[in-house]
């Protein structure tokens, strides 16, 4: 039996809990999250500090699925745009997930405390988000949870680069995916298809735009959409294309206009499109 690992009924080996603490010094618990436990912790013969996910299978069924399918997905990928695994382990009472450790704090925030935001700044992280979705689906993997809290920047002194995360919804594509998944708040109701409902009409409302908006008849309202490029709203349009046969693929995206191009603006959107993205998502965000 190797060394520090645990033999229990049904035949499978298990890390000791030593195993994990010889290795790393946990330290400062970032914060709790529906499935899993996030804090930082310090590889001791290295010196290096790294992100760490704690999943306590005590939790149930769905965090320990949500766990083993992470570890699953991310033992298989290897990309500059998503955050890399370094190590994972398995007790008999958690689930350990390493990953490097991205400084730079997530786009939703970054946003946020920006004084200017510019279609050519929105333009470089889809055109990243892009890539790592190109190459998800080139190894017929889908997030399903992509969204701005789960988009970092790496290092905190150069908002270029930018990394995705948190994949234990993420699934493969071997035929249709019926299961519904992923963020509720962010569905119809939002940006970019925002409303004024008021707020005891808006669950019925949400239910008459998603199907509005299934079925391919949205529109670009005044006056949240005035200050956004032909472009933009083009790649949209694509993007949003209900013939699955006829939408754009992450792959082609790359050499759209808006992305590739002269076609993203370089208008100020903070104090317009932005007012509303904060006053929406951060709703979800928060709530």
Request: aromatic share 12%; glycine share 4%; with cysteine.
């Amino acid at each position: 039996m190797p060394f520090g690992c645990l033999a229990l009924r049904d035949g499978r080996m298990y890390d000791s809990i030593s195993d994990v603490t010889d290795k790393y010094e946990f330290g400062q618990v970032l914060r709790a999250k529906e499935f899993c436990e996030l804090c930082l912790a310090k590889d001791r013969q290295r010196d290096k500090l790294f992100f760490c996910k704690k999943f306590l299978k005590k939790d149930g069924r769905k965090v320990r699925k949500a766990a083993k399918n992470e570890i699953m997905i991310l033992k298989l990928l290897n990309h500059p745009n998503i955050l890399q695994l370094i190590d994972t382990f398995e007790t008999r009472k958690e689930y350990f997930i390493f990953q490097d450790l991205a400084t730079g704090g997530d786009v939703f925030d970054w946003i946020l405390d920006q004084g200017n935001y510019t279609e050519r700044d929105a333009s470089n992280v889809i055109r990243q988000v892009l890539e790592a979705v190109a190459y998800l689906h080139s190894l017929n993997i889908v997030h399903r949870n992509l969204k701005l809290e789960n988009l970092m920047y790496y290092t905190e002194n150069n908002h270029n680069k930018v990394v995705l995360r948190d994949f234990y919804l993420s699934t493969f594509e071997n035929g249709p995916i019926t299961e519904p998944c992923g963020t509720p708040e962010y569905l119809a109701g939002n940006p970019p298809f925002y409303d004024e409902t008021e707020e005891e009409n808006t669950d019925l409302h949400n239910r008459i735009i998603f199907c509005r908006i299934v079925a391919g008849d949205f529109e670009f309202d005044s006056p949240y959409w005035d200050d956004i490029s032909p472009a933009a709203k083009e790649l949209v349009c694509r993007l949003m294309e209900v013939d699955q046969m006829l939408r754009i693929t992450a792959q082609d995206a790359l050499w759209h206009e808006w992305i590739a191009g002269n076609g993203a603006s370089e208008k100020n959107l903070k104090d317009g499109v932005c007012a509303q993205f904060e006053k929406n998502f951060a709703k979800a965000k928060w709530r």
